[in-house]
């Protein structure tokens, strides 16, 4: 089974609307982190949030919060009042101690925002 | 510099040539990944490097070589690549904790764009 994944392969939003990005992940570890990541066309994967799995509240950074489900096993991305550069790349991974801290990635979602 | 730096940043190779892949990180960690995406498909961890020493080697072919001579400079030798190759290769770094570190992200470089050919 895959370990994570990320069943929007594209996504529009208008420009200062807000937009929920989804993620859905697989583990039995009761510890693990949960994280995003934005790739703009340049390449570079850039770190937006980071959720823990015992953590009691919803992580936010800036405009990205991350709507965290644990009983359904899914971490959602929310950004709020789109903007132009918000066009990119979204990726979720989770790394869990039984695998060895590996970091597992989805296969993404592209996000456009419309002017 | 700051951060994870890529060198270089656009790569055109034969297959029968020899090339080298570099990555530097300045942020004091002391792990060091590289991953392959090609179009369409997830991040393929590629090989781990923990404190220098080599824990990961995700069955890669031979053709793909790592080196990393201390914990801020990682290399990826090249030879004999085949057009399948061709991809993004992008460098990682995290700082990993003795007793599990799944609450650590990883900062990654801006990538090499190869194309064999």
């Known amino acids: 089974a895959q370990k994570i994944t990320q069943t929007q392969p594209g996504m529009f939003v208008q420009e200062k609307e807000a937009v929920t990005l989804d993620c859905t992940y697989d583990t039995s570890d009761p510890s693990y982190g949960l994280f995003w990541y934005k790739q703009p066309s340049s390449g570079e994967m850039i770190f937006l949030i980071y959720q823990g799995s015992y953590d009691q509240q919803n992580a936010t950074e800036g405009r990205y919060s991350l709507n965290f489900q644990k009983a359904r096993k899914s971490a959602n991305l929310v950004i709020s009042a789109s903007q132009l550069g918000d066009s990119a790349m979204y990726f979720c991974a989770m790394r869990e101690p039984t695998t060895g801290n590996q970091f597992y990635f989805g296969t993404g979602t592209s996000l456009t925002v419309i002017p | 510099e700051t951060g994870v730096t890529q060198t270089p940043r656009h790569l055109v190779m034969g297959m029968t040539n020899k090339k080298s892949l570099k990555c530097e990180q300045h942020l004091g960690h002391n792990a060091m990944y590289w991953y392959k995406q090609s179009a369409k498909k997830p991040l393929e961890l590629m090989f781990v490097?923990?404190?220098?020493?080599?824990?990961e080697n995700n069955s890669v072919p031979s053709r793909f070589s790592p080196e990393c001579p201390n914990s801020s400079h990682l290399f990826l030798h090249l030879h004999t690549l085949q057009p399948e190759d061709s991809a993004l290769y992008l460098c990682?770094?995290?700082?990993?904790?003795?007793?599990?570190?799944?609450?650590?992200?990883?900062?990654f470089g801006p990538g090499t764009r190869l194309l064999v050919l």
């Open positions: 990682a770094s995290s700082q990993e904790l003795a007793g599990g570190a799944y609450q650590e992200t990883q900062y």
């Open positions: 490097y923990n404190f220098k020493e080599q824990t």
